[in-house]
T-cell receptor, first 114, second 115 residues
Framework: NAGVTQTPKFQVLKTGQSMTLQCAQD?????MSWYRQDPGMGLRLIHY???????DQGEVPNGYNVSRSTTEDFPLRLLSAAPSQTSVYFC?????????????FGPGTRLTVL | KNQVEQSPQSLIILEGKNCTLQ??????????LRWYKQDTGRGPVSLTI?????NTKSNGRYTATLDADTKQSSLHITASQLSDSASYIC??????????????FGKGTKLSVIP
């Protein structure tokens, strides 16, 4: 199993550009999430999905869109990049909604918006 | 507001020594508490998960404790190794108003183990 994979690993954008961060998992997990990690702050939830076709907002959803057409993939779209979106983005998956399930994280995408 | 506070922010110890990291939380309603290890440039990796009824849980040289009454947890690392150099993140799970389990992350303690 590859676990949770993310592409690209690094990306530089100009303000106003759009892009999609890819996330895939091969563990047949229902629950997937996107987080951002900024210096001096804990990880913050952007969006999450409890299954194909179902998504919901997290703590910091503004400026981001998600969709979940398959169990495996959960892409994160930046509609119009802003310097405030410079961050490291992590995708994670969990085997279910039960409270005890371990969450597996991808390796992250480091995004810089100029 | 749900919060997770970790101390110290950073710590330097000699290889072979023990250390203890602290976590205080105000998350409610509490579901479980997790400790993650995050190597530089990598995603977090789970070390332990504890519910309110579990006082201690071990994973090799890592031992986590939980006092649900005082809302405190600690992570003890025994006989540290250079590979223990990483950030250690305390995470508390709670049941959100939407009926799903969400996580509140601490800022982490950056541990450096030196020869």
């Amino acid at each position: 199993n590859a676990g949770v994979t993310q592409t690209p690993k690094f990306q530089v954008l100009k303000t106003g550009q759009s892009m999609t961060l890819q996330c895939a998992q091969d563990m047949n997990h229902e629950y997937m999430s996107w987080y951002r990690q900024d210096p001096g702050m804990g990880l913050r939830l952007i969006h999450y999905s409890v299954g194909a076709g179902i998504t919901d907002q997290g703590e910091v959803p503004n400026g981001y869109n998600v969709s979940r057409s398959t169990t495996e993939d959960f892409p994160l779209r930046l509609l119009s990049a802003a310097p405030s979106q410079t961050s490291v983005y992590f995708c994670a998956s969990t085997s279910g909604r039960t409270f005890y399930n371990e969450q597996f994280f991808g390796p992250g995408t480091r995004l810089t918006v100029l | 507001k749900n919060q997770v506070e970790q101390s110290p922010q950073s710590l330097i110890i000699l290889e072979g020594k023990n250390c203890t990291l602290q976590c205080n939380y105000t998350v409610s309603p509490f579901s479980n508490l997790r400790w993650y290890k995050q190597d530089t440039g990598r995603g977090p990796v789970s070390l332990t998960i504890m519910t309110f009824s579990e006082n201690t849980k071990s994973n090799g040289r890592y031992t986590a404790t939980l006092d649900a009454d005082t809302k405190q947890s600690s992570l003890h690392i025994t006989a540290s190794q250079l590979s223990d150099s990483a950030s250690y993140i305390c995470v508390v799970s709670f049941l959100s108003g939407a009926g799903s389990y969400q996580l509140t992350f601490g800022k982490g303690t950056k541990l450096s183990v030196i020869p």
